[in-house]
């Protein structure tokens, strides 16, 4: 279904068009496109609040800046919404996040206008320095660089990498910080605190705003007197302000903090800003989920909420009768709480995903033993491998694709000095519709080359839970544990915790010619292939190998003597997964069957859901049962 537009946003197919508007009407489109985000999203889902906290920044944006020719970089992206329906994309809106449809973050392909293919947190200062510094050699130097950087993507190191380079080159790049003190979850750290401070120091603000008005107007006529506004700048700041700032520090000009909802104001300090060269910082204070009273109030269920009653704000969930399986990250989160009160050394670590991962069900409980560090996956790692040397049992739970980030730290820090950390790998396989940004295809991957290192998956909620108290055990050594983004298959979930075997896998069912291997919950869609073969008498084996790294040799050994057919199944990349290493075995024991593997190919499969993304790669039950009768059928229909 379409949504229709406000009257001037129906008129708005590019930038150009908001361009011809007067700066009076801008009031009227920021509240047009307010109400064209709030129409869509509460039909079709996505994220919300981060997009309306950002409208009038988005449209002062585009009206002072020559989009695309000027390069607009969004940090993560999830904020892009208005930026998506003012650059074209506003008659597709509908189709945001949906398979086929439009991406939910900026993406090059998608648009010109987008700059920069985002999902993961606190690039957009490096991406924009390097079109800026990439305008200087090309001698475009009319050419405008902006990123938009949140105060929790601020958080991470990256974000900081780029600030120290950026502040020692004249780069045209201006940093917007949209500060809103949230991240998913309220923001954490020293930083946030640092940043309320420069935003409540009343005095330090007025200052602020007389030398910006100062300054910002004398810098306009050319670098000799930007050189000595920056002087004299300097001098009022040492005498008078007796307060360091920390982007000035970094050889940043800092402005602000400024109402980043006040669209006039904001239109005349870009318009003035645009003609000041060199890196920058805009400080915006922004209110995540403005215009949407529920969501003001309660951001961080208001990040995503899924679809909902735009009037009486309820969020839809399915009712049902019967007791469903629970999400894969509620198991974690009450099970965590379960092993800590066991044992005293467990310890619970999050980057910035509390309410994702449900680690905040420790945090809640045990306030002092589990750790939300803000946005930084490496951090986190090494953090965890300093807990680790002192003996204690961190957990740390990390979406498998944003621990690609923290590689390095995982390979040096907790590998080679075979520190007992226990990686729960959340959001495994395909996100589903945040798409490729954030599937986590190839944990098994790249977990499964690092020496010392485990590499588990769980069929259901219960071997979750054992597989978590088994990594709990003493001296195991780096464990990975990978499930998936939410619910699984048991709705009486709280067994009772057993241990398991190492490197063991489970017999689901013995059968004869062709046997199905799965790691993880597509073992699922395997025991659904059995009961529909097995209604034609036709009885093929089941294991559920639960370790990529050991595997189950044992168990490998009778399979390959009993079976010449083997299909293995992993929510993972095809290369260098599970597949391949029951390849590896079977080349390696002199082995002949055909094996065939199923998994995601080396291709990148954009948004869906769950189950079409599974379906397009061949491995929901249909494309298992189809690849299994082909196997077992073949012979015949050649003949
Ligand atoms: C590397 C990485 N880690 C975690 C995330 C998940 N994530 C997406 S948005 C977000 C919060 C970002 O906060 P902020 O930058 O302040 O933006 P806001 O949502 O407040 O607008 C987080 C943690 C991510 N996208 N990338
Ligand atoms: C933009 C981003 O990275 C997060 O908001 C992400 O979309 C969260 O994903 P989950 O909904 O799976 O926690
Ligand atoms: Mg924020």
């Not at 003012?86 to 509908?94: K, P, V, W, Y």
């Not at 940043?195 to 006529?221: A, E, M, P, Q, V």
Request: proline share 4%.
């Amino acid at each position: 279904m379409l949504i229709k537009p406000g009257k001037l946003l129906a008129t708005i197919h590019s930038p150009a068009d908001l361009r011809k508007l007067s700066q009076e009407q801008l009031l009227a489109v920021c509240q047009e496109l307010r109400q064209f985000i709030i129409d869509n999203v509460s039909i079709y889902g996505g994220h919300f609040g981060a997009s309306l906290g950002v409208v009038e920044l988005t449209v002062a944006l585009h009206y002072i800046f020559n989009t695309p020719y000027d390069q607009l970089v969004w940090d993560v992206g999830h904020q892009a919404y208005g930026h998506k329906i003012l650059t074209g994309r506003r008659d597709n809106f509908h189709t945001n996040r949906k398979y086929g449809g439009l991406s939910g973050f900026p993406k090059r392909k998608e648009s010109e206008y987008d700059t920069f293919g985002v999902g993961h947190s606190s690039t957009s200062i490096s991406a924009a320095l390097g079109m800026a510094v990439a305008s200087q050699y090309k001698n475009e130097l009319d050419r405008q660089h902006i990123a938009v950087i949140g105060d929790g993507a601020l958080t991470a190191g990256m974000a900081f990498e780029a600030l120290n380079h950026a502040g020692v080159t004249n780069a045209n790049l201006l940093v917007i910080l949209n500060d809103n003190c949230m991240s998913i979850d309220p923001n954490v750290g020293a930083l946030k605190e640092y940043l309320t401070d420069i935003t409540t120091s009343r005095t330090y603000n007025k200052l602020r705003d007389d030398i910006w008005n100062i300054l910002g107007k004398i810098s306009k006529f050319g670098p000799n007197a930007q050189a000595i506004a920056s002087k004299v700048e300097s001098g009022i700041k040492a005498t008078l302000l007796k307060q360091s700032n920390l982007f000035e520090s970094l050889k940043f000009r800092y402005f602000g903090p400024i109402d980043g909802h006040d669209i006039n104001h904001l239109v005349s300090v870009l318009h003035d800003l645009k003609d000041i060269p060199g890196p920058k910082l805009l400080h915006c204070l922004t209110v995540k989920g403005k215009g949407f009273a529920l969501a003001e109030k309660d951001q961080t269920k208001w990040h995503a909420p899924g679809t909902f009653d735009k009037i009486t704000g309820e969020i839809y969930k399915v009712h049902h009768d019967t007791p469903q399986p629970p999400k894969y990250q509620d198991v974690f989160g009450h099970t965590m709480v379960e092993l800590a009160q066991q044992n005293s050394k467990i310890m619970g670590v999050t980057p910035a995903m509390p309410s994702g991962c449900s680690l905040n069900i420790m945090m809640a409980a045990m306030p002092d033993r589990a750790f939300d560090v803000g946005i930084a996956e490496q951090h986190a790692v090494t953090f965890s491998a300093g807990l680790a040397t002192q003996g204690l049992i961190p957990f740390c739970n990390i979406y498998s694709t944003f621990m690609q980030r923290a590689y390095d730290q995982v390979i040096h820090d907790v590998a080679l000095q075979n520190l007992n950390v226990v990686f729960c790998l959340d959001r495994a396989g395909f996100a589903g519709a945040d798409g490729p940004t954030h599937h986590g295809c190839y944990d098994i991957a790249y977990m499964r080359c690092i020496p010392n290192m485990v590499v588990s998956s769980p069929m259901n909620e219960s071997e979750l839970r054992n597989l978590m108290f088994t990594a709990s055990q003493p001296d195991m050594g780096p464990f990975s544990i990978r499930y998936p983004r939410g619910e699984g298959v048991m709705p009486e979930w709280r067994t009772p915790l057993k241990k398991i075997a190492v490197g063991t896998g489970r017999v689901i069912q013995e059968g004869e010619e062709l046997a199905i291997l799965t790691i993880g919950p597509v073992g699922n869609y395997a025991v659904e292939v059995c009961l529909n073969l097995q209604k034609e008498n036709v009885k093929i084996g089941h294991f559920d190998m639960r370790f990529a790294k050991p595997l189950d040799e044992k168990l490998l050994h009778q399979i390959f003597q009993k079976y010449d057919k083997i299909v293995t199944v992993e929510d993972g990349c095809l290369q260098g997964g599970f597949g391949s290493a029951v390849l590896e075995f079977m080349a390696d024991h002199n082995y002949h069957a055909q094996v065939k593997r199923l998994g995601i190919p080396d291709a990148i499969i954009e948004h869906g859901s769950q189950l079409e993304l599974h379906r397009e790669c061949g491995f929901d039950s249909t494309g298992i049962e189809r690849t299994a009768r082909n196997l077992l059928f073949q012979a015949v229909s050649v003949a």
